[in-house]
């Protein structure tokens, strides 16, 4: 048995704390500071550092709480990231002794060529960390690579278990959800959604982890194939349907949204 805990940092950023006994576990400390306080605060120690992709803001606190606790740093190598100790490759498995917990590594670039997942298929319910690549109702940006390499990402990730609990990087849903209304305005789930992420926002509360199954009833770019989004685009000038022409006009119209 483990715990989840948010510890959020920078402004809309969660830093991911798997703890169990005085074991602990972060994934993506962008800062240090407020992880080190959580861990002192609980009478932590920190066994082991994962990393989903280069990004200052999810790797810029590790040199700092290496410097504390000399642990491992599971991700996936790269030239401007100088703190992965142990590089995951697609298909690999991490093992997590103190928490009974095994994680299945996925490749998922489009946002950044090295970003990686972090699944765990074995847990109930099922629980990924994926970063920045999927967010609640939303994806993330596509900066490096393909914004075809970003969809099939998403749809990897979207066919995990419904009942898996997506730990996502950042507070975006709310302002993810003001876009997916507006592309599509019949989608009652969607309404739902927003009053309750309103809900747990007023109460200061994360609107994550959220389950596939939710991401899959009202996230657009998880619904590419829906009617009302296509026809919405239509309106504003798409003439390819398929399914990546759909995310992409997705992608590209939220860039500016
Ligand atoms: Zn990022």
């Not at 989903?52 to 803001?57: K, Y």
């Not at 990402?153 to 278990?161: K, W």
């Not at 504003?236 to 997705?250: C, W, Y």
Request: net charge negative; aromatic share 8%; charged share 15%.
């Amino acid at each position: 048995m483990f715990n989840i805990t948010a510890i959020p940092a920078f402004e809309d950023n969660y830093i991911w704390a798997i703890h169990h006994d005085n074991q602990a576990v972060v994934v993506d400390p962008g800062d240090a500071m407020p992880v080190l306080a959580f861990l002192a605060a609980r009478n932590l120690t920190l066994n082991a550092i994962l990393c989903t992709h280069r990004h200052h803001d999810h790797i810029g606190g590790i040199a700092q709480l290496r410097a504390v606790y000399n642990v491992p740093v599971y991700g996936r190598r790269h030239e401007k990231n100088p703190h992965i100790t142990d590089d995951l490759r697609e298909g690999a498995q991490l093992r997590l002794d103190a928490f009974n917990l095994t994680f299945n590594i996925m490749e998922i670039p489009g946002h950044l060529d090295d970003h990686l997942a972090f699944y765990a298929g074995s847990t109930t319910p099922p629980i990924l960390f994926c970063g920045d690549v999927l967010f609640g109702a939303g994806c993330g940006r596509s900066f490096e690579g393909t914004v075809a390499q970003l969809h099939h990402s998403l749809q990897r990730l979207a066919a995990l278990p419904v009942t898996t609990l997506a730990y996502c990087a950042h507070e975006y849903t709310a302002s993810n959800l003001r876009f997916a209304a507006v592309c599509e305005p019949g989608n009652t789930a969607m309404q739902q959604r927003i009053l309750s992420t309103a809900q747990l926002r007023a109460a200061h509360l994360p609107s994550v982890p959220f389950t596939l199954a939710l991401e899959l009833a009202t996230n657009p770019f998880m619904r590419c194939t829906e009617s009302e989004i296509i026809h919405v685009l239509q309106q504003r000038g798409l003439e390819d349907t398929s399914e990546l022409a759909v995310f992409t006009a997705l992608r590209k119209w939220r860039d500016k949204f």
